[in-house]
């Protein structure tokens, strides 16, 4: 998405969290041309949905545990990449062991 600054971000689709939960610096909002600005309230209005770069959910890149529900929406999304790339579900076994 394009910024103020005539810069481009790639933001994770689909994801508005309360601008409360991520930490400043990370929060990004959507501005009505459609463009998008980091937002610099302090403290931030809980009533504000921001979006986040999609760097921080990527399953593919090394982060640390920054917040419990990203750490969530990563393992989400790394296991949703593996379905689409999964040839096939795995089968029963053939036979099955005497529950006895």
Same mark, same amino acid.
């Given at each position: 998405? #394009? +910024?103020?600054?005539?810069?481009? &971000? ?10 409360? !939960? ?14 998008? #600005?980091?937002?610099? &309230? ?5 009533? =504000? ?7 921080? +959910?990527?399953? =593919? =890149? ?7 529900? !990203? +750490? #969530? ?21 053939? &036979?099955?062991?005497? #529950?006895?």
């Amino acid at each position: 998405m #394009a +910024t103020l600054e005539h810069d481009w &971000v790639l933001l994770e689709p689909g994801v508005e969290v309360p601008a409360h !939960l991520v930490p400043a610096g990370h929060r990004w909002i959507t501005l009505s041309d459609g463009r998008v #600005a980091m937002y610099g &309230v302090c403290p931030p209005d809980g009533s =504000q949905p921001c979006r986040i770069e999609h760097r921080l +959910t990527c399953a =593919q =890149q090394p982060l640390p545990d920054l917040w419990p529900w !990203l +750490t #969530a929406l990563r393992e989400e999304n790394a296991r949703a990449a593996e379905r689409r790339t999964d040839p096939e579900p795995p089968r029963p076994p053939e &036979v099955w062991p005497d #529950a006895g």
